[in-house]
């Protein structure tokens, strides 16, 4: 069966489920899937009974699609992703971007839990992501491109849309929220990365470091959506604090996820 036959069954499901115009659509990271049950006149979807939807198999990720109305706009959320860690193809990890847009959503926000890398963050800070480095050994696009999904060669130069960053960064700053900037680096997991990996990825440029987010803003691209990234920094990386643990990013994103939802749900109003 091919990409787009499975997207066909897919999307008539979705539809037959009460699902109709979507502007965003969400993907929430470890920990932050909490503001999905903020969107009001919901439809909850398990992610087991869509047609060719993987399950999400991580501590922190419900595993359903939620959709409905959220500051004004349409959204279609994800509550956990699928990651390559797990043992699915990227095909597969990009799958519900691929479904966002064939429903005709415009933009993407996403976000995620990740490692600080840069020496000036702290556990608990929100990052706007403005670029990133694909480090995890494959991409998404490998393969027969169809032409009518998107261009063989996209282009990746403003992959994180630069006004909403600019409406973000207003949004922050009128909320009191202290937001960072910076670039995140995708490892392929699940170890987290060595003090030298980190070395690596701070002289590379990166600011934070994690195992999402990179192949779903790559297919988001390809398929002509806006993307606006967020990150929750939810520890520092291997060699500068102690010891790593998901627990720890769990705690953490519950402590910071009340900054976390009014910043997403008052830029969304402004978007």
Known sequence: MT???KLTETVNYIHDQGVDRVEFGLILGSGLGEL???????TVISYQDIPHFPESTVVGHAGQLVYG???GKK??????RFHYYEGHNMQTVTYP????AALKAHSLIVTNACGGVNTSFHPGDLMLITDQ????????????NDDEMGPRFPDMSHAYNTSYQEVAKK??????????EGVYMAFSGPTYETPAEVRFARTAGADAVGMSTVPEVIVAVHSGLKVLGVSCITNLAAGMQANLNHEEVVQTTERV???FKILIKNTLAKL
């Open 133 to 144: 480095i694909n480090y995890m050994g494959t991409n998404p696009l490998i393969g027969t």
């Open 171 to 180: 949004v922050a700053q009128s909320l009191g929220i202290h937001l960072q």
């Open 69 to 71: 109305t959220l500051s």
């Open 3 to 5: 990409l787009r036959e």
């Open 97 to 100: 971007v691929r479904v966002m």
């Open 257 to 259: 996820k009340e900054d």
């Open 75 to 80: 959204v279609l959320a994800m509550q956990g």
């Open 36 to 42: 999905a049950e903020e969107i009001k006149d919901a």
